[in-house]
């Protein structure tokens, strides 16, 4: 673990202590382009944790204080996410899956931050999730059922019934309703469904259903 500090952070406004974890991508040709750019003042960029390819990690920000990462963004009714998150950056161009090395880094980092901050898998987001007009990242090639068989994220089962809104659904799970609901789908199916394509399905809403359960047994 290597430690680059970055001059782009504040002090978590109010007070509050992160209850979020959020996933993002680089979209950089490589580790050290996006450490110049997450250190570099001059973009007022940056998160508390970077993740090359190789698997090394890096300090760029301390965990107690606000990162500038999430951007405009809104979860469960909070817009100011960077002071309720701690932000994870992965090297990847968004074009390929994220390797091995870089995956086991990126869970024993969870793992400790989840602990020492006591998040809960509920609490571990996408950037697409929280800004789902303008982000996807980390994208489709991400493995999010690899983090929630080891809960460090949801893991989710499909609802039995199929019946509910499927807009409401999305709203109770913490998605922002002022989202159009084409940009709320993408969002979903990148996180949980990403093989899905088209209008809204009855297996998107069996589980969202499942997702809403998962996280009301979470505690969240």
Request: glycine residues 10%.
């Amino acid at each position: 673990m290597t430690a680059f500090p970055s001059p782009n952070f504040g002090a978590r406004r109010g007070g509050v202590r992160p209850s979020l974890i959020i996933l993002h991508y680089t979209a950089m040709e490589s580790a050290q382009a996006a450490r110049a750019r997450l250190c570099d003042p001059d973009y007022e960029v940056s998160a508390h944790w970077l993740i090359g390819e190789d698997g090394r990690s890096e300090a760029l920000v301390s965990e107690a204080e606000r990162a500038w990462h999430a951007g405009r963004s809104s979860w469960r009714g909070i817009e100011d996410v960077n002071s309720h998150s701690i932000g994870i950056e992965l090297a990847n161009r968004g074009t390929h899956p994220f390797p091995e090395p870089q995956m086991a880094a990126l869970e024993d980092l969870l793992r400790g931050i989840m602990a020492r901050w006591n998040i809960t898998p509920a609490g571990v987001l996408a950037h697409s999730d929280i800004a789902p007009d303008r982000k996807i990242d980390p994208g489709p090639h991400f493995d999010w059922q690899r983090l929630a068989r080891q809960g460090l994220a949801l893991r989710p089962q499909r609802g039995a019934g199929g019946e509910a809104d499927f807009s409401h659904l999305l709203t109770a799970i913490g998605y922002d309703r002022s989202q159009e609901p084409e940009l709320l789908l993408r969002a979903f199916r990148l996180r949980f469904r990403p093989w899905g394509h088209g209008p809204v399905e009855i297996e998107d809403i069996r589980l969202a259903e499942g997702v809403l359960a998962a996280i009301s047994a979470d505690g969240a």
